[in-house]
Nanobody, 129 residues
Framework: QVYLTESGGGSVQAGGSLQLSCSIS????????MAWFRQVPGQEREGVAA???????QYYADSVKGRVTMSRGAKNTVVLQMKSLKPEDTGTYYC???????????????????????WGEGIPVTISS
């Protein structure tokens, strides 16, 4: 069992920056895929970024490429740094963990991450214009 806890959400104005963190605890494998997703009510959950832990590789949705960086943080955390934020970045952000296959195959991008195994509870992010 793996437990994921997001932190760092909040409200910022368009053009600003925000950093989200995901704390990972429990029984993790040596290689796995960590990803961030976001969802707006009434819309499908969207993959934002993914990081292949133990194998290298960062992956980003076209909508955030160049504005978002996902990396490993302090022990057992992953961080999502977001800049030049836009109102359309508003949503509830979830971190999720899946098998390494989800990262290197690109599957994390599909179906709102339905193949990911573990999810955090989500954290709201609001970008005002």
């Amino acid at each position: 069992q793996v437990y994921l806890t997001e932190s760092g959400g909040g409200s910022v104005q368009a053009g600003g920056s925000l950093q989200l963190s995901c704390s990972i605890s429990g029984d993790t494998a040596s290689t796995y895929c960590m990803a961030w997703f976001r969802q707006v009510p009434g819309q499908e959950r969207e993959g934002v970024a993914a990081l292949y832990i133990g194998g290298g590789g960062q992956y980003y949705a076209d909508s955030v490429k160049g504005r978002v960086t996902m990396s490993r943080g302090a022990k057992n955390t992953v961080v999502l740094q977001m800049k030049s934020l836009k109102p359309e970045d508003t949503g509830t952000y979830y971190c999720a963990q899946g098998s390494s296959y989800e990262c290197y195959s690109g599957s994390w991008r599909s179906g709102g991450g339905f193949r990911m195994d573990y999810w955090g509870e989500g954290i709201p992010v609001t970008i005002s214009s």
